[in-house]
């Protein structure tokens, strides 16, 4: 089927109503024409418009754990799982068999700024609890609470008023290793903590962050037996900006040759200069066991702290260009901190504004523009005004006709393509890590179809005992190491409260 691009405003409530005559179920409606079904659903017309649809109502103790497990597997994540079968969701919440069924689903990270107020809001609103909605979408129950709007975002929820005491918040407090971690995860123990006045007694053996003065070493050790030592204040957040930096030697290196990599602290907390030394002495001692290493620099850089400009310096850098706009591209650093100290106006005195005229962007000098560009996100980004006069006088697919459109996700992945990418690998968490030829089978309920030739590793129920987590988790280095290596072991041994002892073990190894 052809996938449509429909302008803003396309869908009143006469045309949803008309399209949605062709569809007996609301979900057959939201399959066959998900631009109609979502603007319904955004203006609120939807009862209006799906009135003359069955409702599909299941019958009392339907929803026994195999049939939610086999619902689940339709879906990608927790929260399309609970939008596409609210009935399934709801009845393996109530249960707890919620871990145990949506074990293949991936939580998709969301851009810095995501959750607004209204997309929490809009979130919440399928949860009858605070506890079911920091189950269902924990990224949307974090921001609300961060911002402050949790109080109003659950004003519908049921609210309870629990009392602890500070042998129960001990407990709770055990299974984090950070503060930051216990508040997000336990924010009911947490402020009854706080309020109560014993935060410090329960939270005594969680480890302190670094600081500009406070540092720790890490290495990264690739399986082709070169190594990335480096120093940072808070190494897990240093581990996650390698991974995403293009600039990092680290993500250079990935991206170059693919191999695995384990990730270690080596040291505890130090002093900046202790650790600036430590550093180097590390890149040493790695070298000399016969590590190849990809440190572009000699140890001992700390990097830099907070950059303070004067206005003056602001000025000198603002003198090399003619235009604001190629300031902002070509040293966004100080355009940024003159601009949010207010000195823009000031040191760009000389430049020349680069204007147009009213209309100046005609249908011909926008097909113009575009015939520069592949893509309309490259036209959008090279030559904004082009596009905003196109989209603002319809003239948008005119003049992108010349453009390839990306194939979306779920028109390439077929069965076909979905069974053949399947048949090499030989277990379902090796499929997995296809990324998109599994949730795209996932989504379609074909899993159990194309997978039908690997090997099974599913837990039968209470297998994960103490000592089985504790005799699996000596074999890893750290409890990190632990739960990359075996989740579900890592996670029955989070909820019931084990890892302080898993880690005195891995300690004495």
Same mark, same amino acid.
């Given at each position: ?12 409530k ?10 007996t ?9 998900s631009?109609?079904y ?5 203006q609120g017309?939807?009862?209006e ?5 069955e409702l ?78 920091k ?15 949790l ?24 299974k ?23 935060m ?42 390698h991974?995403?930096?293009?600039r990092?030697?680290?993500y ?11 990730f270690?602290e ?15 002495e ?12 990809i ?6 850089d ?27 591209? #070509? ?8 601009? #949010? ?7 760009c005195?000389h ?10 962007w ?8 575009a015939l520069?560009?592949?893509?309309r996100? *490259?036209?959008?980004k ?5 596009y905003?006069?196109?989209?603002d006088n319809?003239w ?7 453009m390839? #459109?990306?194939?979306?996700f ?11 990418e ?17 949730n795209?089978?996932?989504?379609n ?12 590793a599913a ?8 000592e ?9 280095e750290?409890?990190?190491?632990f ?7 890592y996670a029955i041994?989070?909820?019931k409260g ?7 073990? *891995?300690?004495?190894?």
């Amino acid at each position: 089927m052809e996938q449509k691009n429909y302008r803003r405003g396309f869908w009143p409530k006469e045309r949803c109503l008309e399209e949605a005559q062709k569809f007996t179920t609301r979900k057959d409606f939201k399959r066959g024409a998900s631009g109609a079904y979502k603007a319904a659903c955004k203006q609120g017309w939807l009862d209006e418009v799906c009135a003359h649809m069955e409702l599909i109502q299941q019958p009392r103790g339907y929803w026994t754990k195999e049939r939610c497990q086999s619902a689940a597997l339709k879906y990608s994540t927790r929260s399309e799982f609970a939008q596409g079968n609210r009935g399934a969701y709801n009845k393996a919440h109530r249960q707890g068999w919620l871990d145990d069924i949506c074990t293949h689903m991936i939580e998709p990270t969301k851009p810095n700024g995501y959750w607004t107020k209204e997309r929490c809001l809009k979130a919440a609103a399928i949860y009858r609890t605070r506890t079911a909605f920091k189950d269902g979408a924990p990224s949307a129950y974090n921001a609300a609470y961060n911002h402050g709007w949790l109080n109003e975002i659950c004003g519908h929820m049921d609210i309870k008023h629990n009392k602890f005491t500070k042998e129960e918040c001990y407990e709770e407090a055990k299974k984090y290793c950070r503060r930051i971690d216990f508040m997000h995860n336990s924010p009911h123990h947490y402020s009854w903590a706080i309020r109560h006045g014993f935060m410090k007694d329960i939270c005594s053996h969680m480890e302190h962050q670094g600081n500009l003065h406070r540092r720790k070493i890490y290495v990264f050790e690739f399986a082709d037996h070169h190594a990335y030592v480096g120093l940072a204040q808070y190494p897990k957040s240093r581990e996650r900006q390698h991974l995403k930096e293009e600039r990092s030697a680290v993500y250079k290196y990935i991206q170059k040759t693919g191999c695995n990599y384990v990730f270690k602290e080596l040291t505890d907390f130090m002093d900046k200069e202790d650790a600036a030394n430590a550093e180097d002495e590390w890149i040493k001692r790695y070298a000399n066991n016969g590590w190849i290493m990809i440190n572009k620099k000699p140890g001992g850089d700390l990097g830099y702290g907070p950059q303070k400009y004067t206005k003056e310096f602001c000025a000198e850098e603002a003198k090399k260009y003619q235009y604001r706009v190629d300031f902002k591209k #070509r040293n966004s650093i100080i355009y940024n901190y003159a601009s #949010r100290h207010g000195w823009l106006d000031d040191i760009c005195q000389h430049m020349t504004w680069i204007t147009r005229k009213p209309h100046f962007w005609t249908k011909e000098k926008c097909l113009s523009e575009a015939l520069k560009y592949k893509s309309r996100k *490259l036209f959008q980004k090279g030559c904004g005004g082009a596009y905003a006069a196109a989209i603002d006088n319809g003239w948008l697919d005119d003049i992108c006709i010349h453009m390839k #459109r990306p194939v979306p996700f779920n028109l390439y992945w077929t069965k076909e393509r979905c069974k053949e990418e399947a048949t090499k690998y030989k277990t379902l968490k090796d499929f997995r890590s296809s990324g998109s030829a599994y949730n795209a089978a996932v989504k379609n309920g074909w899993i159990a179809e194309i997978c039908f030739h690997m090997k099974r590793a599913a837990k039968p129920a209470g297998y994960w005992t103490k000592e089985r987590c504790i005799k699996v988790a000596i074999k890893n280095e750290t409890l990190s190491q632990f739960r990359k290596n075996c989740a579900s072991a890592y996670a029955i041994a989070w909820r019931k409260g084990w890892l302080d002892d898993i880690h005195n073990k *891995l300690k004495e190894n």
